[in-house]
């Protein structure tokens, strides 16, 4: 089994910045692929950036290109994801996850681990 923990939601206005956490314990956390998803109130949960489990390969979702940075120190357990630029439609509950999947997949069902989520709020 693996815990992770997110941390470093809040409240930011547009144009801002935040950098999310997610803390590993338990079973290893090389040799995973990480993933965040995120959730907005009555919408369903989506892919937002994964990143492979020595870190060379990332993948985001079009929404995230250019403004979000994905990374992991496997050394440590933790895992990141920087957001910069900051809209409004970026709010939602975001989560990390872990995946045993060999190829980076965008798909929630092939992530095995989950944390509870941060709360990540725009404001306008």
């Known amino acids: 089994q693996v815990q992770l923990v997110e941390s470093g939601g809040g409240l930011v206005q547009a144009g801002g910045s935040l950098r999310l956490s997610c803390a590993a314990s338990?079973?290893?956390?090389?040799?995973?692929?990480m993933g965040w998803f995120r959730q907005a109130p009555e919408k369903e949960r989506e892919f937002v950036a994964a990143?492979?489990?020595?870190?060379?390969?990332?993948y985001y979702a079009d929404s995230a290109k250019g403004r979000f940075t994905i990374s992991r120190d496997n050394a440590k357990n933790m895992g990141y994801l920087q957001m910069n630029s900051l809209k409004p439609e970026d709010t939602a509950v975001y989560y990390c996850?872990?995946?045993?999947?060999?190829?980076?997949?965008?798909?929630?069902?092939?992530?095995?681990?989950w944390g509870q989520g941060t709360q990540v709020t725009v404001s306008s």
């Open positions: 996850s872990l995946s045993r999947s060999a190829i980076l997949t965008t798909t929630d069902y092939e992530y095995d681990y």
């Open positions: 338990g079973r290893t956390f090389r040799g995973y692929a």
């Open positions: 990143i492979s489990w020595d870190g060379s390969s990332r």
